[in-house]
């Protein structure tokens, strides 16, 4: 890798380039000089000042890989009395989760916190910041203390309605998740994985993977795999002689390998992958469904493919198979984008150095997760959590200066979960790491500001290694574990621990119309009574594939009214000054009484796309258009499933006639 230029993990999907293009520590710096003093500054500061204790995060005298000790809490979104609709969701989701919630009670006893709208606990949207939120259950800056608020909490909701920084705020001294659905069903699936993972007696082997792409002629995903992965695999290999390790470089590291690594025969209990993480532009087609997915040696580098990058070379949530089994793995994605995306640029605030900063670059029209780890935890016989990068990944966080390659806080975190803590408790390091860094940056920063020189590759690494470790999120409850066996235990198969799963009520739709049944053959005292291929077998044989003919025809009928109904999507939000006036006629579709439409979009089955955006004054109305931008995402999935069933029937329709 050049020295005199700074290469970034993350490749524009669209155009086949870079996501940031090489650039100099000069050009870096004069990037970041508008970077601001963080919110939580004085709590970063006061963190870097403890001592080291035993378990970090949590006061002293907790263990925090006991929730008896350390606790647990659950956040919803709480939404205003107005949006009853969407309270009802929540409440539904809630119902969904019961198994996990019903679990972490009895683990955690008196420490466990289920806040919810209605007792004044959920997060208030638009109001809350991550100090008046814990101010509000009596808690302050410091080490968590569990009697106040729990070590571990897990966050269910959009990042559209409880941010992304409130997230990682709260990770400073907590232990905290993030699930996020589109449909009960998912959430209820993730609820039975978990509980399955840890209440069965039959456990999984102790097994690691690690998988790290080293495409042709980029030196980004070069050095990843010769400074993180690869040094990564021997730590594990050389220091728990009782896992087994298989490791997956360059050009084993490839779309067909990891297809088996996520769900296939190769799945293992702890599966870590380096590589670039799929972008896309906001308003592509493909950004909400594939932001974030793995690129992988397939893609024949930055020379040889200068142009658009098809599927083919890059591992979505789409490519899990429907069968894909994934109960009790714990993976670890270092990929741009490979948590989340959130709705503002958080590398720089201008596009380019030589302009003056304005505001923050949006990049996509709302925050959003990953589908690679959303689809791998919401789906029956599911992951328990994933790591992820919310925004871009840095090489400044395993590689510093003239120092060399520093694995040492990924190689601490994998320490922790391979002896037995919760996934929440290992990441403490990125934490701690964040802490430390943000401290010292912003007090460099803000002598900079007062004329002091600097050492720009100095400060260009500090300032990317900040990013980097603010930016890791856990997308699941981040007090699961690896379930694997301990001592000389047996291991078992995956596939024989059992999943007790049922599908949650769904929030939306109805009934398919009950199929007529066939008209019974006459049994009466004068019917014949025969062994062979006589009258009788062929008369009901007759009735019978008469009814079916029937049948499929008015399943035909209804599949292809189906079809039509799924081929466009319309979503249209209206708002009222006088919701009592306002009634829903369910048989035009239409609302009655003072209404006004302010926001709409149209999608054809083609991916043509209209949208009339809602606008306050001379600027986007962000809050109306973040709730309607979120209903059309929903909508999207409920589309889908519906596509879904309907060629499955159709299929089943043409085997039958």
């Not at 699936?189 to 456990?203: D, G, N």
């Not at 009339?612 to 001379?618: A, L, N, S």
Request: proline content about 6%; aromatic content about 10%.
């Amino acid at each position: 890798m050049a020295t005199d230029k700074l290469y970034f993990n993350g490749i524009d999907g669209d155009t086949g380039s870079y996501d940031l293009p090489p650039m100099s520590a000069e050009e870096l710096m004069r990037v970041i000089r508008g970077e601001v003093t963080p919110e939580n500054l004085n709590e970063l500061r006061f963190r870097v000042q403890q001592a080291t204790t035993e378990f970090l995060g949590v006061k002293e005298g907790v263990n925090a890989t006991k929730l008896e000790e350390a606790g647990w809490g659950v956040i919803f979104p709480a939404y205003p009395v107005s949006e009853g609709a969407r309270q009802k969701e929540v409440d539904a989701i809630r119902e969904a989760l019961q198994p996990l919630l019903q679990l972490r009670r009895k683990q955690a006893g008196e420490r466990f916190a289920e806040w919810a709208q209605g007792e004044g606990k959920g997060f208030r949207i638009g109001a809350d910041t991550k100090n008046g939120y814990l101010a509000r259950h009596g808690a302050g800056p410091g080490p968590a203390d569990p009697d106040k608020v729990p070590y571990y909490l897990l966050i269910v909701g959009s990042p559209a309605d409880i941010p992304y920084r409130f997230q990682s705020q709260l990770d400073v001294q907590y232990a905290v998740g993030r699930i996020h659905f589109s449909t009960l069903d998912e959430y209820a699936a993730y609820a039975a994985s978990v509980v399955a993972a840890e209440t069965s007696q039959k456990k999984l082997a102790r097994q690691a993977a690690f998988f790290g792409v080293a495409n042709p002629d980029d030196p980004a995903t070069q050095l990843s795999v010769t400074a993180l992965a690869e040094p990564l695999a021997s730590s594990v290999q050389a220091n728990h002689s009782d896992w087994s390790v298989q490791s997956y470089m360059s050009s084993q590291a490839t779309k067909a390998v990891l297809t088996s690594l996520l769900g296939g025969d190769k799945t293992p209990s702890l599966l870590f992958t380096a590589s670039h993480g799929m972008k896309f532009a906001k308003g592509s087609s493909r950004q909400l469904a594939h932001q974030g997915a793995l690129l992988c040696q397939d893609w024949p580098g930055p020379q040889k493919w200068i142009k658009e990058i098809p599927q083919d070379f890059y591992f979505a949530g789409d490519d899990l198979a429907a069968n894909a089994d994934l109960l009790g793995l714990i993976a670890f994605f270092f990929a741009c984008y490979g948590g989340g995306t959130p709705q503002f640029n958080e590398f720089t605030q201008r596009d380019k150095p030589s302009v003056t900063p304005t505001t923050r670059p949006e990049i996509a029209p709302f925050p959003f997760l990953a589908q690679l780890p959303t689809k791998m935890l919401g789906r029956p016989r599911s992951a328990l959590a994933v790591v992820g990068h919310v925004e871009r990944a840095w090489s400044y966080s395993f590689r510093w200066g003239k120092a060399g390659n520093q694995t040492v806080v990924f190689e601490s975190t994998l320490k922790r979960l391979l002896s037995g803590h919760p996934i929440g408790s290992a990441v403490e390091y990125f934490n701690e790491r964040y802490a430390e860094l943000s401290t010292v940056l912003s007090d460099e920063l803000e002598e900079i500001g007062f004329g002091k020189r600097y050492d720009p590759l100095e400060m260009a690494g500090m300032w990317t290694a900040n990013n980097d470790a603010r930016g890791y999120a856990i997308i699941g409850d981040p007090a699961v574990r690896l379930p694997v066996v301990q001592g000389s235990e047996p291991p078992a198969e995956r596939s024989v621990i059992e999943v007790q799963f049922s599908a949650a009520p769904v929030m939306t739709g109805g009934a398919a119309p009950a199929a007529a049944a066939p008209e019974p053959v006459p049994a009466g005292p004068d019917a014949a009574v025969e062994f062979g291929l006589g009258d009788t077998f062929k008369k009901a044989k007759e009735r019978l594939t008469d009814a079916l003919e029937e049948f499929a025809d008015k399943l035909s009928n209804s599949l292809k009214k189906a079809f039509e109904d799924a081929s466009s999507l319309q979503v249209s939000t209206y708002v009222s000054e006088d919701m009592a006036g306002v009634s829903y006629h369910a048989g035009d579709g239409q609302f009655k009484g003072p209404v006004k439409l302010r926001a709409l979009t149209h999608i054809k089955m083609d991916g043509d796309t209209v949208v009339c955006v809602p606008e306050q004054g001379d600027e986007i109305d962000k809050s109306l258009w973040a709730i309607h931008s979120d209903m059309v995402q929903k909508a999207q999935a409920h589309r889908t499933e519906l596509l879904k069933a309907v060629v499955s029937a159709a299929a089943e329709l043409v085997k039958l006639v």
